[in-house]
């Protein structure tokens, strides 16, 4: 069960009432959705952008049968689009939020987001589109590969694995996460095995950033944002990696220059300490908010 991250930060910062248009632009279940469309009612509207399929295939009949049918609109397609899903439909949004990290979901899709099992190493969020994590593994350059490593991992041992990686290829292709994970295990000290964080942990995050392409479409999707919304409307951006919310925070900072915005909260809000006890995935978070004047 996917539970959603900082719930109430969402609905205090957002403040949606009765009559006022939201976009949800990573749906996912509809958890942040159902809690804003719940207080939109009557005459609110919101739109949820979901670019995995099967996700959003899941949400249209969930929102459909739903007692939220009239209010929800639930689009198949990426948020970097965002500015034309909101024409299409007719919407200068009060608000909008983007939840930037991965869902339960995913983890559990066999698409190669976990490496605590054997699945095909794949790492597309929509497969109907983009590069597999297979080609990023046994196609790049080594030096590309370690550079991938460092800069979207921030992992310290990028040089060796990403060695290791083009040695086991020439033996045989690197198609599933059992595959990976032993490459990286062969390529690491025994000690970096036994913290908290699981040895492959930074590798498989900085390969799924590029094969879906997640900063650049970040920032995209967020400038998209800020110009679509009504002024005074704010946009909420929760990022559970630190290239993201580095992202946000420098991509504010523009802004703010230019007189576009002001940040209603001046500091990164993070969740409470239930919440991170009661929600594992929560204790990464942080979330920003800005204010279009």
């Given amino acids: 069960m996917h539970t959603s991250v900082l719930l109430n930060e969402v609905l205090e910062y957002l403040d949606p009432q009765p009559g006022k248009n939201f976009i949800d632009a990573t749906f996912n279940g509809g958890g942040h959705g159902t809690a804003l469309a719940q207080r939109i009612v009557p005459n609110g509207r919101l739109i949820g952008i979901e670019w995995?399929?099967?996700?959003?295939?899941?949400?249209?009949?969930?929102?459909?049968?739903?007692?939220?049918?009239?209010?929800?609109?639930?689009?198949?397609?990426?948020?970097?689009?965002?500015?034309?899903?909101?024409?299409?439909?007719?919407?200068?949004?009060?608000?909008?939020?983007?939840?930037?990290?991965?869902?339960?979901?995913?983890?559990?899709?066999?698409?190669?987001?976990?490496?605590?099992?054997?699945?095909?190493?794949?790492?597309?969020?929509?497969?109907?589109?983009?590069?597999?994590?297979?080609?990023?593994?046994?196609?790049?350059?080594?030096?590309?590969?370690?550079?991938?490593?460092?800069?979207?991992?921030?992992?310290?041992?990028?040089?060796?694995?990403?060695?290791?990686?083009?040695?086991?290829?020439?033996?045989?292709?690197?198609?599933?996460?059992?595959?990976?994970?032993?490459?990286?295990?062969?390529?690491?000290?025994?000690?970096y095995k036994h913290r908290k964080i699981h040895f492959a942990t930074k590798t498989f995050q900085a390969i799924r950033v590029v094969v879906n392409n997640e900063l650049a479409n970040v920032r995209t999707g967020v400038e998209a944002a800020l110009d679509i919304l009504k002024p005074g409307g704010r946009v909420v951006v929760i990022s559970f990696q630190g290239h993201e919310d580095k992202l946000v925070r420098e991509l504010f900072k523009e802004y703010i220059k230019k007189d576009l915005i002001v940040l209603p909260a001046h500091r990164t809000i993070r969740p409470t300490w239930a919440e991170q006890q009661d929600n594992r995935r929560s204790r990464s978070a942080k979330m920003k908010v800005a204010e279009k004047i």
């Fill in 52 to 191: 995995d399929i099967n996700l959003a295939a899941e949400a249209k009949k969930k929102f459909a049968e739903g007692p939220y049918r009239d209010v929800v609109t639930v689009v198949n397609d990426s948020y970097v689009n965002i500015a034309g899903i909101a024409r299409e439909h007719g919407m200068q949004p009060d608000g909008i939020l983007f939840d930037l990290g991965l869902s339960s979901w995913h983890y559990e899709s066999g698409r190669g987001f976990s490496f605590k099992g054997d699945e095909p190493l794949d790492m597309r969020f929509n497969i109907a589109s983009g590069t597999p994590a297979t080609e990023v593994v046994n196609l790049y350059e080594v030096a590309e590969l370690e550079q991938i490593l460092r800069d979207y991992g921030d992992e310290q041992f990028s040089c060796q694995i990403a060695h290791n990686i083009g040695a086991q290829r020439k033996k045989q292709p690197i198609m599933t996460t059992s595959q990976l994970v032993q490459v990286i295990s062969d390529a690491v000290p025994e000690w």
